[in-house]
């Protein structure tokens, strides 16, 4: 049975402890743990650090494992989303560089999971992005399969606000550019961090990719989009995806869960099933934020009681 769990950025206010306390309360089995450098969000959801890996110590190491232990609560990996392959090439070498301390952290704390986006220089057209990820990084998946590590990259393009125009910060929305990514890289440990939500506001099937890509699934986020067909009609593809899209929490937008957990069962799927928050409508305080977890835990008891 899949294990639910949640993503730990949509609870800044709260400490590592405090995070995995409300996990174990609610009904969780799990938590992604947001592992940004320590500092000041530059965009919602970012720069959350529920645990700082600049400076994880083997001692500070065995207390989490051990706190994690207590709770019955497990980390179905570490997070960051920063765009490695950033046009600013000072920026780019900051993130992998602080990627590559996760992938330290991971092997550290016994985890398999690192998940991260492939970034995307924007002043660069597609076929130069993929050349660019092809020198990038291969070192990056080679570093974490030394140390035992999957790299799970999200699916999201990171193409919402105008900063982020043209094109987006992250290259893998995909599955063609999937295919070709997985040419370049064919190791085992190089995989997908999958998030249906981003398919389909993209007008995509967010079914068949689960078939498809097997072997290279490495971790899921539950996340539900609702897609405005009349403001779709209105602006059309082109536009601001926020114009025509809202993200929801699971079983308040478009998808079928139904049928997307019947394709997980169907092609074996038991790891980390992982509710990533994103709905404005929950966030107007810690209490909502709470409660859109604790909301979606009993959505997800119908697939997984």
């Not at 999958?194 to 007008?203: A, F, G, N, T, V």
């Not at 079983?251 to 074996?268: H, K, Q, S």
Request: proline content about 6%; some cysteine; glycine content about 6%.
């Amino acid at each position: 049975m899949p294990a639910p769990g949640f993503v730990s950025a949509i609870l800044p206010d709260l400490g590592f402890e405090e995070v995995i306390r409300f996990a174990r309360e609610a009904d969780y089995r799990c938590v992604e743990l947001c592992c940004w450098p320590a500092g000041k969000a530059e965009r919602r959801y970012a720069g959350v650090t529920h645990l700082d890996v600049a400076d994880l110590t083997d001692a500070r190491a065995a207390e989490v494992k051990a706190f994690l232990q207590a709770q019955g609560v497990f980390l179905s990996g570490l997070g960051y989303y920063p765009n490695p392959l950033d046009a600013d090439a000072e920026r780019a070498a900051f993130f992998r560089e602080h990627i590559k301390k996760l992938i330290v952290a991971a092997q550290r704390l016994g985890l398999r999971n690192v998940n991260t986006f492939i970034g995307r220089n924007q002043r660069l057209n597609e076929v130069q992005n993929l050349l660019l990820f092809a020198e990038v990084w291969p070192p990056l998946v080679k570093f974490a399969a030394e140390h035992g590590v999957n790299i799970g990259i999200e699916n999201c393009p990171m193409y919402f606000t105008y900063d982020e125009w043209p094109k987006g910060q992250n290259l893998a929305y995909s599955p063609a550019i999937w295919r070709k990514l997985f040419e370049v890289i064919p190791d085992a440990n190089f995989g997908l961090n999958y998030d249906p939500s981003h398919l389909l506001w993209m007008q995509m099937d967010y079914l068949k990719p689960l078939r498809e890509f097997t072997s290279r699934l490495h971790h899921l986020h539950l996340k539900d989009a609702h897609v405005h067909r009349d403001r779709l009609d209105e602006h059309g593809i082109l536009a601001n995806p926020l114009t025509f899209h809202t993200p929801k929490l699971p079983g308040r937008g478009d998808i079928d869960w139904g049928a997307y957990f019947a394709t997980l069962r169907e092609v074996g799927w038991k790891g980390p099933v992982v509710v990533e928050v994103e709905d404005k409508d929950y966030e107007g305080s810690l209490a909502d934020r709470k409660r859109s977890l604790i909301e979606c835990r009993q959505f997800l008891r119908t697939w997984i009681p």
